[in-house]
């Protein structure tokens, strides 16, 4: 087998003597690429992100920015990435290095002070600066000084340049709006810039890793197949795809695995169909392939993407992982629940479906057993017409949900025919709102039907107070939601 060995700014890097479990924030900066920072070692500062050759939706390579102090080494064993470093054209015979076009509008418009997180944010800038479908917009010229003066909306720029690409990047320093205007002032990549021109290009092809140093070691095997019969050999193994939760184990409980096995680029998990009669999407698709393939295909599901996480988190972490964690406030499983999806489970004997209803078990447990994977989300067609997530939060973006609450209706001639409601934040487990979904099948769309319904969706799970919220809060935000969803949608229903 070929030693572990990463291409780093076009320069393939041995893996070794690094430990398994040693991120690619200090793997890099353990060979002089300092630019690569460490904030929060938790995916939520950005001041540590690179840039991965990743497979494409629209171009056979896709740039993508991820959060280098949760992946570790290991699993970019084969692959290609780039770093702040990387992104200068060096000059020839001591001539000094050209700027990158997202490090020259930075510079020029005053986005870095302190300078610590400028790297991060100028690899996640260079990600959206490199997107396929960016483009600037007809009426407006993306070279303009006016900075966001001329964007159609306060989030996206005249050049097409979304900000929510920098919702995993924190500055403490200079103030968002001169990030913001260098992010809106770049313009195309040139024919001749090699980043761009690396796009038509494959990635790098997944290979088979065996990485042993200090007693522990991490695998990749080329088959699902070959994966599942290493579980059953291997039950304690720690499995990871985007490692956006594992990553953070190792960094701030020190959690040293004796045996991961990564899974994210099995070919067998990296689908997703749309069959007559569902979708299905495979466990190790991320969260950013899911939302461009689909394009909006599942509202839900949309309305889902922008407030989970930030945009580097969504890069690496997959829906398998989410839903594999069990944790009682991921953001997905509501919105699954309500979607009514199934998770197919796989080990080495065959695969069988499971209803997302019936998989949660208690606290961070499950009926899935050690030997098993999720192998794919299963969301049944036709999909319910009203449909909400609501998202209870300290902050808008990039935080954890007190209470999360996802709303999937078919409301016909005024009456609700379906309710689906997931709730996550309310109990050990997320949990269907299976009192207040009777309260409302078969009634009038009428205020005095949701506020009824919504009297006893504040009494569904069993809240609990901590940091986050009181359970009095989370109990009144259920009711809330509900409410809130009538005033949204009776306007959009009655017409």
């Known amino acids: 087998m070929v030693a572990a060995r990463i291409t780093v700014n076009g320069k393939e890097t041995p893996i070794s003597p690094a430990a398994p479990h040693t991120t690619v924030l200090d793997f890099l900066r353990e060979r002089g690429l300092t630019g690569t920072k460490e904030g929060c070692a938790e995916g939520e500062c950005g001041a540590c992100s690179v840039l991965v050759a990743r497979p494409g939706v629209n171009k056979p390579t896709d740039w993508v920015?991820?959060?280098?102090?949760?992946?570790?080494?290991?699993?970019?064993?084969?692959?290609?990435?780039?770093?702040?470093?990387?992104?200068?054209?060096?000059?020839?015979?001591?001539?000094?290095?050209?700027l990158h076009p997202v490090q020259e509008e930075m510079a020029v418009r005053?986005?870095?002070?302190?300078?610590?997180?400028?790297?991060?944010?100028?690899?996640?800038?260079?990600?959206?600066?490199?997107?396929?479908?960016?483009?600037?917009?007809?009426?407006?010229?993306?070279?303009?000084?006016?900075?966001?003066?001329?964007?159609?909306?306060?989030?996206?720029?005249?050049?097409?340049?979304?900000?929510?690409?920098?919702?995993?990047?924190?500055?403490?320093c200079?103030?968002?709006?001169?990030?913001?205007?260098?992010?809106?002032?770049?313009g195309e990549p040139t024919?001749?810039?090699?980043?761009?021109?690396?796009?038509?290009?494959?990635?790098?092809?997944?290979?088979?890793?065996?990485?042993t140093q200090d007693g522990a070691t991490f695998l990749r095997k080329d088959t699902l197949a070959e994966t599942l019969q290493l579980l059953r050999e291997r039950p304690d193994a720690v499995v990871v795809a985007g490692s956006t939760d594992y990553g953070v184990e190792v960094n701030i409980r020190s959690r040293r695995a004796e045996c991961v096995v990564a899974i994210d680029r099995l070919p067998e998990l990296r689908e997703l169909r749309v069959e007559a009669d569902h979708?299905?999407?495979?466990?190790?698709?991320?969260?950013?392939?899911?939302?461009?393939?689909?394009?909006?295909?599942?509202?839900?599901?949309?309305?889902?993407?922008?407030?989970?996480?930030?945009?580097?988190?969504?890069?690496?972490?997959?829906?398998?992982?989410?839903?594999?964690?069990?944790?009682?406030?991921g953001d997905s499983p509501p919105v699954l629940l309500a979607l009514e999806a199934s998770l197919v489970l796989a080990d080495a004997d065959g695969e069988r479906v499971v209803p997302l209803?019936?998989?949660?078990?208690?606290?961070?447990?499950?009926?899935?057993?050690?030997?098993e994977l999720i192998r794919a989300v299963r969301i049944p067609l036709p999909l319910s017409p009203v449909v909400a997530f609501h998202k209870i939060a300290k902050r808008r973006f990039d935080d954890i949900s007190s209470v999360a609450i996802a709303f999937a209706l078919d409301i016909e001639g005024g009456i609700v025919r379906k309710a689906r409601i997931g709730l996550g934040g309310v109990a050990a487990t997320p949990i269907r709102a299976l009192a207040t979904e009777a309260a409302l099948e078969g009634k009038p769309w009428s205020a005095e039907t949701v506020e009824a319904a919504a009297r006893v969706l504040r009494g569904e799970g069993t809240p609990m107070s901590d940091h986050r919220a009181s359970a009095i809060y989370r109990s009144a935000m259920l009711g809330q939601s509900l409410l809130k969803l009538h005033a949204q949608t009776t306007e959009a229903v009655s017409s």
């Open 65 to 98: 920015a991820v959060n280098a102090c949760l992946v570790p080494a290991a699993a970019l064993d084969g692959q290609e990435i780039i770093t702040s470093e990387g992104l200068a054209t060096v000059g020839e015979s001591g001539a000094p290095a050209t």
């Open 110 to 172: 005053g986005g870095s002070q302190c300078g610590y997180c400028t790297p991060g944010f100028i690899c996640s800038m260079a990600a959206e600066y490199y997107r396929p479908d960016r483009c600037a917009h007809a009426d407006s010229g993306s070279d303009s000084d006016s900075g966001s003066d001329d964007s159609t909306d306060h989030e996206h720029g005249p050049n097409g340049f979304d900000l929510h690409a920098l919702s995993g990047n924190l500055c403490r």
């Open 174 to 186: 200079t103030g968002y709006r001169p990030i913001r205007d260098a992010a809106y002032a770049v």
């Open 191 to 211: 024919d001749e810039d090699p980043l761009a021109q690396r796009r038509e290009q494959s990635p790098p092809a997944p290979v088979a890793t065996e990485y």
């Open 279 to 329: 979708i299905e999407i495979g466990a190790a698709v991320t969260l950013t392939e899911i939302e461009r393939r689909l394009d909006g295909d599942v509202p839900l599901l949309a309305e889902l993407f922008p407030q989970f996480a930030s945009r580097l988190i969504r890069n690496s972490g997959t829906l398998g992982g989410n839903l594999g964690t069990g944790s009682p406030i």
């Open 357 to 371: 209803a019936e998989y949660f078990t208690g606290y961070r447990q499950s009926v899935r057993r050690p030997d």
